[in-house]
């Protein structure tokens, strides 16, 4: 398995653009978490899916962020419009056995926002 | 609120020495505890632990936790620079079935 595949890993982008965020968790996991780090705030969970579903999304900080998981093997992160102060690294995991279990990361996605 | 500590924030040793990373949490329903090594990528996964006083181990690196005390320690023995790292412990509490991650200890390791 190729392990989870995030797109794109560097994105530059100005402020007031809109962003994406993808993620292809690894085949058979029922669980795809998106987070945040900083070097301030460190890792932040923003939200978790389970079997598509978002069970949780209180990390989520504002109405300008919103993902989705249409299906099994696929996940965005929405940010519009973005901010300078949404700069950061941007990871997906994915993990199987439900909470608890190990979380596989991915490469991650290094926002600037100018 | 579910709380997860680290400490040290930042350690800095030779090669050949042994370091103790801490980590100690406060969450509601407790189920369990994970380390990750951080270097300049993404997190990788190093050790889950569930259970009090059963010791995990690789190589030079083993970690036991105490549910009692809330409290992880990991250990490695005889580090390499290839060690420098941060390394990150979350919490996973069943209650919310949200994974609360620590600060980390960033380790460097002189040669």
């Known amino acids: 398995d190729a392990g989870v595949i995030q797109s794109p890993r560097h994105e530059v982008t100005e402020m007031g653009q809109e962003v994406t965020l993808r993620c292809k968790p690894i085949?058979?996991?029922?669980?795809l978490f998106w987070y945040r780090q900083t070097m301030m705030r460190g890792l932040e969970l923003l939200i978790y899916f389970n079997n598509n579903v978002p069970i949780d999304d209180s990390g989520m900080p504002e109405d300008r962020f919103s993902a989705k998981m249409p299906n099994a093997s696929f996940s965005t992160l929405k940010i519009q419009p973005s901010e300078p102060r949404d700069s950061a690294v941007y990871f997906c995991a994915s993990s199987f056995v439900g909470g608890g279990g190990e979380q596989y990361f991915g490469p991650g996605t290094r926002l600037t926002v100018t | 609120e579910d709380k997860v500590v680290q400490s040290p924030l930042s350690l800095v040793v030779h090669e050949g020495d042994t370091v103790t990373l801490n980590c100690s949490y406060e969450?509601?329903?407790?189920?369990?505890l994970l380390w990750y090594k951080q270097e300049k990528k993404a997190p990788t996964f190093l050790f889950m632990l569930t259970s009090s006083g059963i010791e995990k181990k690789s190589g030079r690196l083993s970690s036991i936790l105490d549910k009692k005390e809330l409290f992880s320690i990991l250990n490695i023995t005889a580090t390499q620079t290839g060690d420098s790292a941060v390394y990150l412990c979350?919490?996973?509490?069943?209650?919310?079935?949200?994974?609360?991650f620590g600060p980390g200890t960033r380790l460097s390791v002189l040669p």
């Open positions: 969450v509601t329903n407790f189920r369990s």
């Open positions: 085949s058979g996991h029922d669980y």
């Open positions: 979350a919490v996973y509490d069943n209650y919310g079935q949200n994974f609360v």
